[in-house]
């Protein structure tokens, strides 16, 4: 079955860190892949998205590559803000015949950013 | 800009009361889902809808939960009678799903519910 898995948090960087959340995935065919972000007291949102093999997402200074050959989609950013301390969740989805719309989320990882 | 809503935002009761939960999802969108949140089992999928017609409720615990969509501009999640284990916050979250789409989901800013 489809399933994702994310590395454990909380991560805890200072400000203008590099961050990395890595991301793997097992699915059958060529799922879609998203980054979606969860600030305190909020829902989630989408940060990026990527629909095809080596295709990369970006926003906000993130950026994720969809890798088939290491079915990973790692979450990175080159200086992280006190701004982005926040749960990040990976996602996949596996459109297609018999689509269901589901999104198959990670358990998520917790992102700490101190001044 | 179009966004998911849900009411109420804060929800505190006591034990056994009934409880109901609304959404309104983003127009146009064919599939609406109910996820709950809680520290211990994370972000899990209650039920969705396509088109308003329930596909799948398996991850709701039957005995005191529905959920249904009189129309298409309102989803409702009740739980009757409610526990104190049913403390989480309830999202909400609608799509525009088809064959070919990635399937991205807009989520609604949740209900927190505590059952004292």
């Known amino acids: 079955g489809n399933s994702v898995t994310q590395m454990e948090g909380p991560v805890t960087l200072s400000e203008e860190a590099f961050l990395t959340i890595n991301c793997t995935y097992t699915?059958?065919?060529?799922?879609?892949l998203f980054w979606y972000v969860q600030y305190p007291g909020e829902g989630l949102q989408l940060l990026l998205k990527a629909t095809k093999a080596d295709d990369k997402g970006s926003n906000k200074g993130f950026e994720a590559t969809y890798r088939k050959e290491t079915t990973s989609f790692h979450l990175e950013k080159g200086s992280v803000q006190v701004s982005d301390s926040a749960v990040y969740f990976c996602a996949l989805s596996a459109p297609g015949s018999g689509n269901t719309g589901k999104l198959i989320f990670g358990q998520g990882t917790t992102l700490q950013v101190k001044p | 800009d179009a966004r998911v809503t849900q009411t109420p935002r804060h929800k505190v009761t006591e034990m056994g009361q009934e409880v109901t939960m609304r959404c309104q999802p983003i127009l146009g969108h064919n599939t609406v889902f109910w996820y709950r949140q809680t520290m211990m089992q994370g972000l899990e999928l209650l039920a969705y809808?396509?088109?308003?017609?329930?596909?799948?409720d398996s991850g709701m615990p039957k005995d005191r939960f529905s959920a249904e969509m009189p129309d298409a501009t309102l989803a409702t999640l009740k739980i009757q009678p409610s526990e104190p284990r049913d403390s989480a916050v309830y999202f909400c979250?609608?799509?525009?799903?088809?064959?070919?789409?990635?399937?991205?989901?807009?989520f609604g800013p949740g209900t927190r519910l505590t059952v004292l």
């Open positions: 699915a059958t065919g060529y799922p879609s």
């Open positions: 809808f396509r088109n308003r017609a329930p596909l799948d």
């Open positions: 979250a609608s799509g525009l799903v088809w064959l070919a789409g990635d399937n991205e989901q807009f």
